[in-house]
């Protein structure tokens, strides 16, 4: 039971409140924690990877919150931000949290920010296998992820890893382009051979760079039609938004005063 209660029980809940209440975030109330699988009972505290209760507040900053799975709203019916994924997201998001903290302090130099992420980065994807998330889909997410600790902690990485990704998933998506042009079968061959040369110039990094071509190369139509099907959706949210909903003030629930307790009707 690699996820555990802070009793050390195994985690049947993950106890959060939605703050603030418009915001699609996040405080944990409880605390949880993950270790490796490993036989035998539960290993010492220490051993243990906690994600810590957050500080309760209604406005809290973004080191004392989750927004659970971080994908964008537009792709939540290809991969929800909440469901099997939630308990190690939040772990991951404390986790992330602990170390740009830590580099901020001068306690992490940047490549050893870089280390812990890559550590940490794994262990969220082993805890999404264990919660039973399809191979497929946890890999991507790890993915993401692992793009994510090169945007925080090292931009030009992150530049160099972006540029080979999109050389790699070019000539995949590329290749049956290329077949029904009438490019030869070794040329197409070529195509979808090339980006297993062009990862391994990223030497350890080698599993990124594979799964950001080929993985991406398939989800690219989906991500496509995805994309195409809710931009007309919100086009029509929006125009109905202002001709109907024209009262000044943002999208959202009305803003009203305080509610009187006393005068609520009980029913």
């Not at 605390?31 to 051993?47: D, K």
């Not at 992420?117 to 994807?125: G, L, S």
């Amino acid at each position: 039971m690699p996820f555990i209660d802070g009793d050390g029980n195994l985690l049947r809940t993950v106890e959060l409140g939605q703050v603030p209440i418009m915001a699609p975030t996040f405080q944990l109330r409880k605390r949880i924690g993950y270790y490796a699988p490993r036989p035998g009972p539960v290993p010492p505290e220490a051993e243990i990877t906690w994600a810590p209760a957050h500080v309760p507040s209604d406005h809290p900053d973004s080191t004392d919150r989750t927004d659970l799975a971080s994908v964008p709203a537009i792709f939540w019916s290809l991969i929800a931000s909440y469901g099997r994924q939630t308990a190690p997201a939040v772990i991951h998001d404390s986790e992330c949290a602990r170390v740009q903290a830590s580099q901020r302090t001068g306690e992490y130099t940047a490549a050893q920010a870089l280390e812990e992420r890559a550590r940490i980065d794994r262990a969220f994807r082993l805890g999404l296998r264990e919660l039973g998330v399809a191979p497929f889909r946890a890999w991507v997410m790890w993915t993401f992820v692992s793009f994510e600790r090169y945007a925080k902690h090292s931009v030009v990485k992150l530049v160099g890893l972006v540029l080979l990704a999109a050389l790699g998933l070019a000539l995949v998506a590329g290749a049956p382009v290329a077949l029904g042009l009438g490019a030869p079968w070794w040329a197409v061959l070529l195509m979808l051979v090339a980006p297993l040369g062009t990862s391994a110039i990223a030497g350890s990094r080698w599993q990124l760079l594979v799964w950001a071509s080929y993985a991406g190369a398939l989800l690219l139509p989906v991500a496509v039609l995805q994309v195409a099907a809710y931009l007309p959706y919100a086009a029509i949210e929006n125009v109905v938004w202002f001709l109907v909903d024209w009262l000044p003030h943002r999208k959202g629930s009305p803003v009203v005063g305080p509610v009187d307790v006393k005068n609520i009707r009980r029913t």
